[in-house]
């Protein structure tokens, strides 16, 4: 079997190898960050201040930094996911619904189904818009997701105190 020159190399020169290939990767991003200011957004913005920010607050939960980042639309999900069994099938509110809410509430997230899907796994969030792809899931509905006042209409049994944003069962047991 041949031997090539990288396998003969001595543990010096491998060590030595790395370190050109980190210094050129090094320069590299130093090069891209001052050229394209996408870059400097991202390495000032998003990476040194999220870093300094969790050095600061090392005992946050997960929730509460996805709380911080994302504003209300975590929070709102947060207790969705909290309220309601790991195999539950929640009802979403209709675009309209949520076009009508506070710009910053942050509840346009809502409507992008992968982004909540992942949010609530392993809970599965129903749109009637994709009335195809959920016609299935409709008929099995445990939950309705309440937003704005919007969604009460969907309960089997009616309620005297209603809260702006909420989870509640479809049915009453």
Request: proline share 4%; aromatic share 16%.
């Amino acid at each position: 079997m041949k031997h090539y020159g990288l396998l003969k190399m001595s543990l010096f020169y491998k060590i030595l190898l790395n370190f050109l290939f980190v210094g050129l990767l090094f320069l590299t991003l130093k090069v891209t960050t001052k050229k394209f200011q996408a870059y400097t957004w991202m390495w000032d913005t998003l990476l040194h201040k999220n870093y300094s920010y969790i050095g600061q607050n090392p005992n946050l939960t997960f929730e509460q930094k996805q709380e911080m980042k994302l504003g209300f639309y975590a929070k709102y999900l947060n207790h969705v996911k909290n309220n309601t069994e790991e195999d539950a099938i929640i009802l979403m509110p209709p675009d309209s619904t949520l076009s009508s809410t506070e710009p910053q509430l942050n509840l346009k997230y809502l409507k992008d189904r992968r982004r909540t899907t992942y949010f609530l796994y392993p809970r599965k969030p129903v749109y009637r818009k994709s009335y195809q792809y959920d016609k299935n899931l409709l008929a099995q509905l445990t939950h309705v997701a309440i937003v704005d006042y919007q969604g009460y209409q969907e309960l089997d049994y009616k309620l005297r105190d209603k809260h702006r944003f909420t989870v509640l069962p479809i049915t009453n047991k």
